[in-house]
């Protein structure tokens, strides 16, 4: 079975562009999580969804980031406009609780950005 | 926020010894994670633990969920050099779908 998908793997950008990062969950998962990792901040939670709703975006730096989650194999995460400092690796994972006790969440590849 | 205190932040070790890392909390935990992460890959499931006491093994990793529920060590015997790379503990609270992760144990392992 395949894990999580993401895409693209890397994504270099002029300040003020808009990005789109693309995740599929593994299928059956019906939980989505957005992280961001940096030196400096290691794994942030961004957002995330059940069944595709959002539950917490709290983590949401700022109006510039938000998420969709359109249906139970797609998500995304856009940033508009960009700006450097939000350069770093972007992860997504999923998880299922269709079986009691599972709270592991998988994680994707990651999407290194980086904003110039 | 909620704190996972992760020691050592990093360790270099020769093949072929063991290493212990672990991760503290003041805050009780219902499950607690072991992830390993390679460079420019993501976080990948090393261990799951979800009762205070439990110890798992997963080849030559061990991992305990200490018994105050607040607490977890990961145990990795007879190291090589495929073992390096930056291990994270990750805890989730009851009632909650968060996971909290710890800073990170950076381990290198000379041959």
């Known amino acids: 079975d395949a894990g999580v998908i993401q895409s693209p793997r890397h994504e270099v950008t002029e300040m003020g562009q808009e990005v789109t990062l693309r995740c599929k969950p593994i299928?059956?998962?019906?939980?989505l999580f957005w992280y961001r990792q940096t030196m400096m901040r290691g794994l942030e939670l961004l957002i995330y969804?059940?069944?595709?709703?959002?539950?917490?975006d709290s983590g949401m730096p700022e109006d510039r980031f938000s998420a969709k989650m359109p249906n139970a194999s797609f998500s995304t995460l856009k940033i508009q406009p960009s700006e450097p400092r939000d350069s770093a690796v972007y992860f997504c994972?999923?998880?299922?609780?269709?079986?009691?006790?599972?709270?592991?969440?998988?994680f994707g590849p990651g999407t290194r950005l980086t904003v110039l | 926020g909620q704190q996972l205190n992760q020691s050592p932040q990093s360790m270099f070790i020769q093949e072929g010894e063991d290493v212990s890392m672990n991760c503290t909390s003041s805050?009780?935990?219902?499950?607690w994670l072991w992830y390993k992460q390679d460079p420019g890959e993501g976080p990948v499931l090393l261990i799951a633990?979800?009762?205070?006491?439990e110890l798992t093994s997963n080849g030559r990793l061990t991992a305990q969920f200490g018994i105050t529920r607040k607490d977890s060590f990961l145990n990795i015997s007879a190291s090589i050099p495929s073992d390096v790379g930056i291990y994270f503990c990750?805890?989730?609270?009851?009632?909650?779908?968060?996971?909290?992760f710890g800073e990170g144990t950076q381990l290198t392992v000379n041959p």
């Open positions: 299928s059956g998962h019906d939980y």
């Open positions: 994972a999923s998880r299922s609780f269709k079986y009691a006790g599972s709270n592991e969440q998988f």
């Open positions: 805050s009780i935990f219902n499950t």
């Open positions: 990750a805890g989730q609270q009851p009632s909650s779908s968060r996971l909290t």
């Open positions: 633990l979800y009762k205070a006491g």
């Open positions: 969804f059940n069944n595709n709703v959002p539950i917490d």
